[in-house]
């Protein structure tokens, strides 16, 4: 059974900084195309950052995130990390992890929970 658990979310200021974690089990993340992606209250899920299961691990950003967030993989400890730099009240989201994501789409074979993600003053 594949599980994706994503932690460190939590509530943190305009500027701040947080570091996502998605541990999986079930699965082995270095044949998968690895992502994150994030859905505000009334808004639809979007594509925040993907990172490649070849080319050493090649990374794609949505407008959004680049600059700020980092992605990165763990295929030793099967675990994929979302680094959040100069977070904006916009970035208040739910954020899932996802494993076999479509390059550039909104699709993926497996999704987490979701850890909420809140920027506030």
């Known amino acids: 059974q594949v599980q994706l658990v994503e932690s460190g979310g939590g509530l943190v200021q305009p500027g701040g900084s947080l570091q996502l974690s998605c541990s999986a089990s079930g699965l082995s993340i270095s044949s998968y195309s690895m992502g994150w992606f994030r859905q505000a209250p009334g808004k639809e899920r979007e594509r925040v950052a993907e990172?490649?299961?070849?080319?050493?691990?090649?990374?794609s950003y949505a407008d959004s995130a680049k600059g700020r967030f980092t992605i990165s993989r763990d295929n030793d400890k099967n675990t994929v990390r979302l680094q959040m730099n100069s977070l904006r009240t916009e970035d208040t989201a739910v954020y899932y992890c996802a494993a076999g994501v479509v390059p550039g789409t909104r699709s993926a074979r497996y999704w987490g929970q979701g850890t909420q993600v809140t920027v506030s003053s």
């Open positions: 990172i490649s299961w070849n080319g050493g691990g090649i990374t």
